[in-house]
């Protein structure tokens, strides 16, 4: 039987990665009945081997390289299989370190995300621990501090995208307009540089130049006469360092994107708008714009996809228990409460509903940019 | 500039406005930077009376001599060299054979194949299970656990694949008719006609591998394995919290501020060597992963 390339497994993200696959699916005879419920109910992190294998069979195949067998049964199926893998071993083999990588790194923290509904202790390890259910989650929802971090990080989120976002499409724009190829190049080169210096660097320049008595910010209002600031210990400055810094360090790189798709707007729209007297400032907003909205749309969804994702990192370094009130992300949170306090079931639970909230919003942002364009991220 | 005569006054104001502005956003991106290096070079006393904003002020590489005669700064150095080199090989050792399987449509299973990268990529355990691991698999506070722990990155080798399946069939199909295997394919036609994607890889990992920070602090203990970030970070954190530093003698020649600036110069310096170099591949290496699984 063959699986109706329309009736797509349940998990959204397992639609047919593009359309050649989806075709072969439907030519290719699939190996025995049953197969397709097997597929549907494989777990992408379902264990490879033998039957990994098999559940998959014909999916990814192409036509001339592969012959599946008609369904003449599972003796002449794995009789095939054998005949291929004496002849394609080699694959598999230069397959196998990543995939038993990713079992092992990724996919295996996944299986360890269990202690969220356990009471953990370090001496029964993960799979050991007593059952407890939600208990964690309770916690969690009643704990003040983990609802002020969910508040903390849509709020800086929030304020990274509202602000943060225009920007990119803003330098990309300039930079289009720029006619000096020498000054061009030299104002990108400038501008990405900041993506490439680490964290800990660009924390170590915010908190020097910000310091009370030697920062060259509280120099600079000093000439107009204005006392110093602590900045760094006063909760209402956080958020507006913060999101400053994420803009001064990414809109450069970000602009990137934007910049290839006004490369591909196509030339001869430039020259009827110049045939019809527009000024560059006109072409720039009835041309450019219009041209890479799609591009504009797309980036906007991921952004809103990724809300929950607050360069932790950085927090960590520019934070001080004066500022938790706005500082404290949940990333933040399950770093103190687990790894600095030892509380790791619970901090796992939040990180549990972390990446849960965040997987929805991935997967909801693609669809959305999947029904609308015909660009998705997969 | 001579085919401005081509626009109209106004255009001419706004290409001029838009240089002003443009510039005006290269020196934001730059003046921290200026800043720092003039910091680094200043007395301690001069930096901690904020006098420096612009250039040097009082010259002095006290800061620098400080620095470099702690045994600590040049064993973190070390170790970020031992991270950064065996890190980035590790990585492309991975993603490399990695990314080709998945390329072949012979390969059966590609699509679950496929997926099982691409769902690291939207979807991972967190933080604390992943250090539960970490400790579980006996790699905390050791170098080869910071080596392999990150070797393998979804996008990255999703970036690799997209790139070898649009080398053309037809470079393969002589080494085929010679009757080279799977690997020889890889070796001989895919890696040296894939250089520029597996640069692009490898400097994204050279990058990432020398900025690491928090892994780094969270998995290490002993200061011998340390990398510069988390040495930095410490300093940091430890001089700022003394603020008596260097400010008790007379004339402070070096001050919490100068060292910290002179740390960062030094850290900065490498990524600046090979930053001209990169610039060439990233820009290439975005748009190629960007888009599509």
Redesign the interface.
């Known amino acids: 039987m063959s699986v109706p390339p329309t009736d797509p497994p349940s998990d959204e993200?397992?639609e047919?990665?593009?359309a050649e696959?989806g075709r072969s699916r439907r030519v290719d005879p699939v190996l025995p009945t049953g197969t397709a419920a097997l597929e549907r109910t494989?777990a992408?992190?379902a264990a490879p081997g033998a039957s990994?294998?098999l559940?998959?069979?014909?999916?990814?195949?192409?036509a001339?390289?592969?012959t599946p067998p008609s369904r003449q049964g599972v003796a002449e199926g794995l009789k095939w299989?054998a005949r291929?893998l004496r002849r394609?071993w080699?694959?598999?083999v230069?397959?196998a370190?990543?995939?038993i990588?990713?079992l092992?790194?990724?996919?295996?923290?996944?299986y360890?995300?269990q202690?969220a509904f356990k009471d953990y202790s370090v001496f029964r390890?993960?799979a050991g621990s007593p059952w407890i259910g939600f208990e964690h989650f309770q916690t969690l929802f009643a704990s003040d501090q983990f609802l002020r971090a969910l508040k903390n990080t849509v709020i800086i989120s929030f304020y990274s995208l509202l602000i943060g976002f225009p920007v990119p499409i803003l330098?990309a724009l300039?930079?289009n307009?720029?006619?000096?190829q020498t000054?061009?190049r030299?104002?990108q080169?400038?501008?990405?540089?900041?993506h490439?210096?680490?964290?800990?660097?660009i924390?170590?320049?915010v908190?020097?130049?910000f310091?009370p008595?030697?920062?060259?910010i509280?120099?600079?209002l000093?000439w107009f006469g204005i006392d110093p600031i602590y900045f760094l210990t006063k909760p209402e400055w956080f958020r507006p360092i913060f999101v400053g810094t994420g803009i001064?360090q990414e809109a450069?790189f970000q602009s990137?994107?934007y910049l290839?798709a006004i490369s591909g707007v196509s030339p001869t729209l430039y020259e009827s708008a110049v045939i019809d007297g527009a000024?560059?400032?006109q072409m720039m907003w009835k041309v450019t714009i219009p041209s890479i909205l799609p591009t504009i749309i797309i980036m906007l969804i991921i952004r809103i996809g990724n809300i929950l994702e607050v360069s932790f990192?950085m927090v960590?370094?520019l934070y001080q228990p004066a500022t938790y009130e706005t500082a404290d992300v949940v990333?933040t949170f399950?770093?103190r409460q687990?790894?600095q306090a030892g509380q790791?079931d619970f901090?796992?639970a939040a990180?549990?509903f972390?990446?849960v909230v965040?997987?929805v919003l991935?997967?909801a942002a693609n669809s959305i940019s999947k029904r609308y364009s015909r660009?998705?991220?997969? | 500039m001579a085919n401005m005569n081509l626009y109209s006054r106004g255009d001419k104001i706004f290409v001029i406005t838009n240089m002003v502005l443009i510039g005006m956003f290269a020196i934001s991106a730059l003046y921290p930077f200026i800043y720092i290096a003039s910091l680094s070079f200043s007395s301690g006393f001069e930096a901690r009376a904020g006098r420096v904003v612009l250039t040097p002020v009082d010259v002095t590489i006290e800061a620098y001599r400080y620095v470099l005669s702690d045994p600590q700064f040049w064993i973190s150095y070390k170790n970020t060299f031992i991270y950064t080199i065996g890190g980035t090989l590790m990585s492309l050792a991975f993603i490399i054979p990695g990314a080709y399987a998945l390329s072949r449509p012979q390969l059966l299973g590609r699509r679950f194949w496929n997926l099982t990268v691409a769902f690291t990529m939207w979807f991972n355990a967190g933080l604390i299970p992943f250090f539960l691991n970490m400790r579980d698999l006996g790699l905390l506070d050791s170098y080869f656990g910071i080596i392999i722990g990150f070797a393998v990155n979804g996008f990255n080798i999703i970036l690799l694949r997209n790139f070898f399946e649009s080398v053309p069939q037809s470079f393969e199909e002589a080494a085929r008719m010679d009757g080279a295997n799977e690997f020889q394919v890889l070796w001989k036609v895919y890696v040296p006609l894939s250089k520029p994607a597996i640069a692009t890889i490898a400097l994204f990992c050279i990058v990432s591998r020398w900025n690491g920070f928090f892994w780094a602090m969270v998995l290490l203990q002993d200061d011998d394995k340390i990398p510069l970030q988390v040495f930095l970070r410490h300093t940091i954190a430890t001089l700022s919290d003394d603020q008596e530093f260097g400010a008790t003698l007379f004339d402070a020649s070096y001050s919490f501020e100068t060292v910290s600036a002179a740390i960062i110069v030094c850290s900065i310096i490498p990524v600046l060597t090979i930053y001209p170099f990169m610039q060439k591949y990233f820009e290439k290496g975005i748009l190629l992963g960007g888009v599509k699984e």
């Open positions: 993200g397992r047919p990665a593009d696959e494989g992408p992190a990994g294998t559940l998959s069979t014909g999916i990814g195949a192409s001339d390289d592969v299989l291929h394609e080699q694959l598999y230069l397959l370190p990543t995939i990588w990713l092992l790194f990724l996919y295996k923290p996944m360890g995300l202690v390890g993960v330098l300039m930079f307009e720029v006619l000096n000054y061009k030299f104002s080169t400038v501008v990405y540089l900041p490439f210096i680490s964290s800990v660097i924390a170590g320049i908190i020097t130049a310091s008595s030697a920062g060259v509280n120099t600079m000093g001064w450069g990137i994107v290839a000024s560059r400032w990192e960590i370094l990333n399950i770093y687990g790894i790791y901090a796992a990180g549990l972390n990446a965040a997987f991935v997967v660009t998705s991220l997969w």
